[in-house]
Structure formats: C-alpha cells, structure tokens
C-alpha cells in the first residue's frame, strides 16, 4: 500500500467512538419517551440511590426493590421534571419521599399488629447477631438503628437536610428531629464502640 492510496482510506468509527450523551440530553430524550436514554440515566444514578435506599431502609433487599420503584416512579413522571434543577437532585428527592412513605405505611401496619409498639430506642426485636467486622461497619451500625432514628440520621447526617426540612417531610417538630437524632448518634457510638 502507497502513502497516498492510504490518505484516501477512511477510518472505521465504533460505537465506543461515538460520544455519549450529556445528562441533560438523555432527560430531554427520556421525557421523550427514549427508553434507552433513561437506561443512561439509570446507570448514572442508581448507585447513589441505592445507597439512599440501603441507608435509610437497612435492608439490602429492600433497598433494591426501593431502586426499581423509584425509577419507575420516576420514569411515570419524568414529564414533571422542569429542569430547575439537577436531574439527580429531583430523582434523589423523589427517592426520599417515596422511601418515607414506605416507612410510614410499614410502622402504620405494624401498629396493627402489635398493641404496644415498645421504646423506639430499643433495637429491634429478633434483630441479627453482628460479627466485629460489622459494628466497626458504620453501613451495619446504621441500618440496626430503630427506624426513625435511622431516618433521621441518614437524613440530616449522611444527605445534609437541616432540621427543619426533615421535621417539614415527617410531619414533626424540629425539637423531635434534633432529640432523634441525639438518640441516633448516642445509640451509633454505643454499637461502634462494642
């Protein structure tokens, strides 16, 4: 092959050539209705939630049951997003109320059941026996903290809401959000420390 029959050879382009698109077009194009735009942006943000998840449910399966049904929920109103923020901020405040609805309707059904609901600072009731390695986790330390403390914590100490955004989202006083989460960095240290 000469030098000049090889300036006429075009190079091949690949897929992995081509540039992916930018988040704010895979929103654009998934509120299109362009599944594979929102595949993008499952990808893009389905750690960080189910990290939200894991933390504030404290329970690995249920944190990837959360995952699915908050992108479901967020692909049936994506034509609600307006852009006024960041597609992972509006997805990360989606996933945060619809995680707090699950925990208000599971302790509604819970009640139900159980005539006294107990101390909400005592573990859980049948919770698991932890090896070392787990309560030097702070993951594992979280997720066996009573559910409104583990809330609340997670909330205000892991993804910075203040104090009166979470008393505003769970319907309580800010004095109760502030004591919840004394209790939950008290009960936090007590499980670190053994």
């Known amino acids: 092959?000469?030098?000049?029959?090889?300036?006429?050879?075009r190079p091949v382009v690949t897929a992995s050539d081509v540039p992916a698109p930018s988040a704010e077009d895979a929103v654009r194009r998934a509120q299109l209705g362009d599944v594979d735009a929102f595949a993008i942006l499952y990808r893009l943000h389905a750690p960080a939630i189910h990290?939200?998840?894991?933390r504030m449910l404290g329970d690995?399966?249920?944190?990837?049951?959360?995952?699915?049904d908050i992108f479901v929920r967020a692909w049936e109103r994506l034509a609600s997003?307006?852009?006024?923020?960041?597609?992972?901020?509006?997805?990360h405040r989606?996933?945060?109320?619809?995680?707090?609805?699950?925990?208000r309707v599971a302790k509604r059904e819970l009640a139900r059941f159980i005539e006294d609901e107990g101390d909400d600072e005592s573990p859980a009731v049948g919770?698991?026996?932890h090896s070392v390695e787990a309560r030097i986790d702070l993951d594992a330390a979280v997720a066996r903290l009573p559910a409104g403390a583990r809330?609340?914590?997670?909330?205000?100490?892991?993804e910075g809401y203040a104090h009166d955004e979470i008393a505003q989202m769970l319907g309580l006083a800010p004095g109760?959000?502030?004591?919840?989460?004394?209790?939950?960095?008290?009960?936090l240290m007590r499980y670190l420390d053994a």
């Open 176 to 187: 109760t959000i502030r004591a919840q989460l004394w209790r939950a960095r008290r009960q």
């Open 81 to 91: 997003f307006r852009g006024e923020s960041a597609f992972g901020t509006w997805l």
């Open 151 to 158: 809330t609340v914590f997670v909330l205000h100490d892991i």
């Open 1 to 9: 092959m000469t030098l000049s029959h090889r300036a006429h050879v």
């Open 51 to 54: 990290a939200l998840a894991r």
């Open 60 to 68: 690995e399966a249920a944190a990837r049951e959360m995952v699915q």
């Open 94 to 103: 989606l996933g945060v109320n619809l995680i707090l609805n699950q925990l």
């Open 127 to 129: 919770a698991p026996d």
